[in-house]
């Protein structure tokens, strides 16, 4: 909170009483003093509803109420007082736009309110189709995206990747959390200032505190098959949608929290827990065994506990522990994978023990540290013994799934310092601060029955798809691997109040990565394994970067109304991935890293391999190494914008932002260089209508390395710099976005964007990826030639209105552009490999995405209780717009099928059909 008092000819007034108080503030109202220009700041704020008092002898005190701060923003709040002998005191209500006039972030806050009053999938992709700028390639529907995954996996204008997640500051984004908790979400998509390190969007969930009043909330959802219509068109059944049912079969969402003193203004308490049920049919997954469909359902259970001690008056310290089991027995299920060749999870995952201790050093110099732990710990099971097999042309799969055991953990630490002074009559606000971690990533993989995949490659017209024998592969399971990530930054920046309408941001932070490898081996016992133990190697490059960061603000008219805004950034580092690093890192070479050699097969189980059947050879054992002058990769931004306050609770704001990769690597296969492809083959491309024989035919070029060629089948690779130019992707977004904070019985959050990517492909390596520009060693690639640029749009809608009796209704839409999808052509080559060639990369789009949802409520209120009955309606439009297909040529080309997914919505090719949810919630 910042600001001026001033007299009432606009004058500074010096030494007056500033005292910022809230429910959210432990230990009673924060007080400081104007300086010598009037100026007041009070940090290390938690988010919530404010009153700002100003008091100074011989004038009126002045209250000013209803102020909202959110996470990570600075509220400007100035006190005009007024002379009165009597001292009388004068209470108004705070008429300030919520426009941060001392950041160009831009993003959104989603506090509790509005994750609790709008209708969404309550989890980190159904969040996501919501926000301003982010545009998810996968869309929930009444929580079909539950337990999938753990990002959101969207585009962040235009850009995708690199996210940052953090959970009451820990850095970890492998987590499911329970979104009952959360007292504000705070979203950043651009103009990050110099604290920030990720050029990905960065989200930040807030886990709720305890108070000096007790207060608690139960929750109970129900929605079952029931209540869901159907929106499998007789056009879908015609296009190959495979006849099984895509109902929920059911879904629960049953949580409870309680929080309030242990030690009135001293000690408080927040403890909750959460279960999340979900559970659907995929259409076409089915028991083998049976062969009937099987429910697919993922099941959440999420314990939460958090303390709030302050020590002193100035000292708090602040304990978190959130847990998460996850069950999902069917992960990777899709209509061409049955139950028995799934994968069995059951993982535990951890964000804490996290300490946070905060220090208020003086009036204006504060100080907070942390240090916590996160991790999980994720075995997957096979349901069968039967060996592995897969039919190369259709994706059916059998048998058994990996079977292994992940077990990463991360140690992190963090602190900040900031000092508010004045130098030369302009107020600085002079923030530094550091953050790390260490993290390693353990793997015990076990196998396959045989350690062998079995594949075959059928044709048109197979009764059978597993009787056409292709190739095998030959792993050296069972294996150990570890490998670890340290990375370490420091930031400082300093906030210029140059004059009253204009501040300066000027920063500049550090980001260090390192990585090596522990002690580890193959113990040598698998049938194809080799014994060997490597020793620990720290030897690896270290990425050391400087990333300068200023913005301007201009409060246009002076009284925070308008406001124009312009950013630069450098982002140096990555997200919050176990093994993310701003370059390649020691695991992308490790040793012990499986090794997969891929045989001719003439269908012999198990195979003994034969050296003169290899087709390929990749993994461990080999000469894999990391260029030591490999430079740290990243990105520069550029934003420009104008934040409008058309009044109190309404602002409009207009961004453009333009984003261009830099730097970057790409591996050299050392033993089959770009002359070593000399067998040359052709097959036949039967162009867009998928038959051979018409005018639309083509010839399709495949190459590879002979056989006596002297380093076939070695593994001899360099990861090294990309070249100027190369894999330098350029974007620009436009975004306008209306927010209206709920007053007066309603809220809004409206937006448009549109984004464009023009891509910069890396040189060829080979002839494959110089005759297919968007093909890579012979393996599907999403990248697109530089001549095809990407641009989508996308509208946001969410709201709530409020009707007499208390009831309230609220609403979701989402309307987005489809991606783009490429066709693609197998063809084999002289060593009988099955090539997939993207003859082109953007074959076609599917169409807009366009999704509705609903809420009524109705609330019961006697004296501190509540009861609130909801029904929400997900889908209201029963779209069935197809968002997958196969993009293969052959039988199944075009059809509206999804190969596997790790939930329920990305192994559905069409959105769920709408369905409605029960659900009551009571308050104290």
């Given at each position: 909170m910042t600001g001026r008092a001033l007299d009432s000819s606009g004058g500074v007034l010096p030494g007056v009483e500033v005292a910022v108080s809230s429910p959210a503030l432990i230990g009673g109202a924060r007080t400081t003093f104007t300086d010598a220009q009037g100026a007041y700041r009070v940090t290390q704020l938690p988010s919530g509803d404010y009153r700002v008092t100003f008091k100074l002898s011989g004038f009126k005190t002045l209250n000013v109420d209803a102020i909202r701060l959110d996470v990570g923003a600075t509220m400007t709040i100035n006190g005009a007082l007024q002379i009165d002998a009597l001292s009388e005191e004068v209470t108004v209500i705070s008429d300030k736009p919520v426009i941060d006039l001392q950041a160009t972030t831009v993003g959104v806050n989603w506090d509790d309110k509005q994750m609790e009053d709008l209708p969404y999938g309550r989890g980190i992709r159904g969040l996501a189709r919501l926000v301003p700028g982010l545009s998810p390639t996968q869309f929930d529907v009444g929580g079909n995206t539950v337990g999938g995954s753990t990002t959101t996996g969207a585009r962040n204008y235009g850009r995708s990747g690199q996210e940052l997640i953090k959970f009451d500051g820990v850095v970890w984004d492998q987590f499911f959390g329970d979104y009952n908790t959360y007292e504000q979400v705070q979203i950043s998509a651009a103009a990050k200032g110099a604290e920030a390190q990720s050029p990905g969007v960065t989200l930040s969930f807030v886990i709720k505190s305890g108070s000096n009043k007790m207060s608690g909330m139960y929750l109970a959802a129900w929605q079952d098959g029931a209540f869901q219509g159907s929106n499998v068109t007789p056009e879908l059944r015609r296009q190959g949608f495979d006849p099984g049912n895509n109902k929920f079969t059911r879904y629960n969402d049953f949580s409870a929290d309680l929080g309030g003193p242990i030690l009135r203004d001293r000690l408080w308490f927040y403890a909750a827990y959460g279960?999340?049920?979900?559970?659907?049919?995929?259409?076409?997954?089915?028991?083998?065994?049976?062969?009937?469909?099987?429910?697919?359902?993922?099941?959440?259970?999420?314990?939460?506990?958090?303390?709030?001690?302050?020590?002193?008056?100035?000292?708090?310290?602040?304990?978190?522990?959130?847990?998460?089991?996850?069950?999902?027995?069917?992960?990777?299920?899709?209509?061409?994978?049955?139950?028995?060749?799934?994968?069995?999870?059951?993982?535990?995952?951890?964000?804490?023990?996290?300490?946070?201790?905060?220090?208020?050093?003086?009036?204006?110099?504060?100080?907070?540290?942390?240090?916590?732990?996160?991790?999980?710990?994720?075995?997957?099971?096979?349901?069968?013994?039967?060996?592995?097999?897969?039919?190369?042309?259709?994706?059916?799969?059998?048998?058994?799934?990996?079977?292994?055991?992940?077990?990463?953990?991360?140690?992190?630490?963090?602190?900040?310092?900031?000092?508010?002074?004045?130098?030369?009559?302009?107020?600085?606000?002079?923030?530094?601060?550091?953050?790390?971690?260490?993290?390693?990533?353990?793997?015990?993989?076990?196998?396959?029955?045989?350690?062998?995949?079995?594949?075959?490659?059928?044709?048109?017209?197979?009764?059978?798809?597993?009787?056409?024998?292709?190739?095998?592969?030959?792993?050296?399971?069972?294996?150990?691997?570890?490998?670890?990530?340290?990375?370490?930054?420091?930031?400082?920046?300093?906030?210029?109040?140059?004059?009253?309408?204009?501040?300066?941001?000027?920063?500049?932070?550090?980001?260090?990565?390192?990585?090596w490898l522990p002690e580890q081996g193959n113990p040598g016992t698998g049938p194809f394994a080799e014994k060997n133990l490597y020793p620990e190697n720290r030897n690896f490059p270290v990425y050391n970067a400087w990333s300068p960061r200023l913005s301007l603000i201009y409060d246009l008219t002076g009284n925070g109304r308008v406001a124009l805004k312009t950013s630069y950034g450098r982002y140096a580092a990555s997200g919050s991935g176990v093994s993310a690093s701003s370059g390649p890192v020691a695991a992308d070479v490790n040793p012990a890293a499986t090794r997969t050699t891929t045989y001719r097969w003439n269908g012999q189980i198990p195979y003994v391999p034969n050296p003169a059947d290899v087709q390929s050879v990749s993994g461990g054992r080999g000469d894999r190494r990391l260029d030591p002058h490999l430079k740290p990769e990243g990105m520069d931004e550029y934003t420009g914008g104008v934040d409008l306050g058309i009044n109190r609770d309404l602002t409009v704001r207009l961004n453009l932002v333009r984003k261009r990769d830099w730097g970057g690597s790409k591996e050299l296969d050392l033993a089959q260089p770009f002359e070593s492809f000399t067998d040359r083959r052709t097959g036949i491309d039967p162009g867009r209508d998928n038959i051979v024989g018409t005018a639309d035919d083509g010839i399709v070029e495949v190459w590879s390395v002979p056989r006596s060629y002297p380093t076939f089948g070695q593994v001899i690779r360099l990861t090294t710099a990309t070249e100027p130019g190369e894999g330098e992707d350029r974007y620009w977004a436009f975004e306008s976005t209306a927010s209206k904070r709920y007053s007066s019985g309603w809220s809004l959050l409206a937006s448009y964007s549109i984004d464009r990517r023009d891509v910069r492909n890396i040189r060829p390596r080979n002839p494959n990826e110089a005759r297919y520009p968007q093909s890579t060693d012979g393996v599907l690639s999403t990248i697109f030639p530089p001549e095809l640029p990407q641009v989508y749009q996308g509208a946001r809608l969410s709201g709530t209105y409020e009707l007499p009796s208390n009831i309230l209704i609220a609403s979701t839409f989402t309307a987005q552009q489809g991606e783009y999808f490429p066709r693609i052509v197998q063809a084999p080559n002289a060593l009988n490999q099955l090539v997939d060639v993207v003859v082109e990369g953007q074959a076609g789009r599917y169409d807009w995405v366009r999704l509705l949802d609903l809420r009524v409520s109705k609330t019961f209120i006697k004296g501190k209780h509540s009861f609130e009955g909801m029904f929400d309606v997900f889908n209201l439009t029963n779209t069935s717009v197809v968002l997958r297909r196969i993009t293969v040529n052959g039988p199944n080309y075009l059809k509206p099928l999804a190969t596997s997914g790790i939930d329920a919505a990305s192994a559905n090719p069409i959105p769920a059909p709408r369905i409605f949810r029960l659900s009551a919630r009571y308050r104290f």
């Amino acid at each position: 909170m910042t600001g001026r008092a001033l007299d009432s000819s606009g004058g500074v007034l010096p030494g007056v009483e500033v005292a910022v108080s809230s429910p959210a503030l432990i230990g009673g109202a924060r007080t400081t003093f104007t300086d010598a220009q009037g100026a007041y700041r009070v940090t290390q704020l938690p988010s919530g509803d404010y009153r700002v008092t100003f008091k100074l002898s011989g004038f009126k005190t002045l209250n000013v109420d209803a102020i909202r701060l959110d996470v990570g923003a600075t509220m400007t709040i100035n006190g005009a007082l007024q002379i009165d002998a009597l001292s009388e005191e004068v209470t108004v209500i705070s008429d300030k736009p919520v426009i941060d006039l001392q950041a160009t972030t831009v993003g959104v806050n989603w506090d509790d309110k509005q994750m609790e009053d709008l209708p969404y999938g309550r989890g980190i992709r159904g969040l996501a189709r919501l926000v301003p700028g982010l545009s998810p390639t996968q869309f929930d529907v009444g929580g079909n995206t539950v337990g999938g995954s753990t990002t959101t996996g969207a585009r962040n204008y235009g850009r995708s990747g690199q996210e940052l997640i953090k959970f009451d500051g820990v850095v970890w984004d492998q987590f499911f959390g329970d979104y009952n908790t959360y007292e504000q979400v705070q979203i950043s998509a651009a103009a990050k200032g110099a604290e920030a390190q990720s050029p990905g969007v960065t989200l930040s969930f807030v886990i709720k505190s305890g108070s000096n009043k007790m207060s608690g909330m139960y929750l109970a959802a129900w929605q079952d098959g029931a209540f869901q219509g159907s929106n499998v068109t007789p056009e879908l059944r015609r296009q190959g949608f495979d006849p099984g049912n895509n109902k929920f079969t059911r879904y629960n969402d049953f949580s409870a929290d309680l929080g309030g003193p242990i030690l009135r203004d001293r000690l408080w308490f927040y403890a909750a827990y959460g279960h999340n049920y979900s559970g659907l049919f995929i259409p076409g997954f089915i028991s083998e065994k049976t062969g009937e469909q099987v429910e697919y359902f993922t099941r959440l259970d999420n314990p939460t506990l958090k303390l709030t001690y302050q020590m002193s008056q100035n000292n708090k310290v602040e304990l978190s522990q959130q847990l998460n089991r996850k069950w999902q027995p069917y992960r990777n299920a899709s209509r061409f994978v049955p139950l028995e060749a799934t994968q069995n999870q059951i993982a535990w995952t951890a964000i804490g023990p996290a300490a946070k201790f905060t220090r208020i050093l003086s009036n204006k110099m504060a100080f907070d540290a942390g240090f916590n732990r996160s991790g999980y710990w994720w075995p997957d099971l096979a349901w069968t013994r039967d060996v592995r097999t897969i039919d190369l042309t259709t994706t059916e799969t059998r048998g058994a799934f990996l079977e292994l055991r992940r077990e990463p953990v991360r140690w992190g630490y963090n602190g900040t310092y900031s000092w508010f002074t004045n130098i030369r009559n302009m107020n600085h606000e002079v923030k530094s601060g550091f953050l790390g971690y260490r993290s390693t990533n353990h793997v015990e993989t076990y196998g396959y029955p045989n350690q062998q995949i079995y594949r075959y490659r059928s044709v048109s017209g197979d009764p059978n798809v597993f009787t056409r024998p292709d190739s095998v592969q030959v792993f050296d399971y069972p294996n150990d691997t570890n490998s670890g990530v340290n990375f370490n930054s420091w930031f400082v920046n300093d906030m210029i109040t140059l004059t009253r309408q204009v501040t300066l941001n000027a920063g500049v932070r550090f980001d260090r990565y390192s990585s090596w490898l522990p002690e580890q081996g193959n113990p040598g016992t698998g049938p194809f394994a080799e014994k060997n133990l490597y020793p620990e190697n720290r030897n690896f490059p270290v990425y050391n970067a400087w990333s300068p960061r200023l913005s301007l603000i201009y409060d246009l008219t002076g009284n925070g109304r308008v406001a124009l805004k312009t950013s630069y950034g450098r982002y140096a580092a990555s997200g919050s991935g176990v093994s993310a690093s701003s370059g390649p890192v020691a695991a992308d070479v490790n040793p012990a890293a499986t090794r997969t050699t891929t045989y001719r097969w003439n269908g012999q189980i198990p195979y003994v391999p034969n050296p003169a059947d290899v087709q390929s050879v990749s993994g461990g054992r080999g000469d894999r190494r990391l260029d030591p002058h490999l430079k740290p990769e990243g990105m520069d931004e550029y934003t420009g914008g104008v934040d409008l306050g058309i009044n109190r609770d309404l602002t409009v704001r207009l961004n453009l932002v333009r984003k261009r990769d830099w730097g970057g690597s790409k591996e050299l296969d050392l033993a089959q260089p770009f002359e070593s492809f000399t067998d040359r083959r052709t097959g036949i491309d039967p162009g867009r209508d998928n038959i051979v024989g018409t005018a639309d035919d083509g010839i399709v070029e495949v190459w590879s390395v002979p056989r006596s060629y002297p380093t076939f089948g070695q593994v001899i690779r360099l990861t090294t710099a990309t070249e100027p130019g190369e894999g330098e992707d350029r974007y620009w977004a436009f975004e306008s976005t209306a927010s209206k904070r709920y007053s007066s019985g309603w809220s809004l959050l409206a937006s448009y964007s549109i984004d464009r990517r023009d891509v910069r492909n890396i040189r060829p390596r080979n002839p494959n990826e110089a005759r297919y520009p968007q093909s890579t060693d012979g393996v599907l690639s999403t990248i697109f030639p530089p001549e095809l640029p990407q641009v989508y749009q996308g509208a946001r809608l969410s709201g709530t209105y409020e009707l007499p009796s208390n009831i309230l209704i609220a609403s979701t839409f989402t309307a987005q552009q489809g991606e783009y999808f490429p066709r693609i052509v197998q063809a084999p080559n002289a060593l009988n490999q099955l090539v997939d060639v993207v003859v082109e990369g953007q074959a076609g789009r599917y169409d807009w995405v366009r999704l509705l949802d609903l809420r009524v409520s109705k609330t019961f209120i006697k004296g501190k209780h509540s009861f609130e009955g909801m029904f929400d309606v997900f889908n209201l439009t029963n779209t069935s717009v197809v968002l997958r297909r196969i993009t293969v040529n052959g039988p199944n080309y075009l059809k509206p099928l999804a190969t596997s997914g790790i939930d329920a919505a990305s192994a559905n090719p069409i959105p769920a059909p709408r369905i409605f949810r029960l659900s009551a919630r009571y308050r104290f």
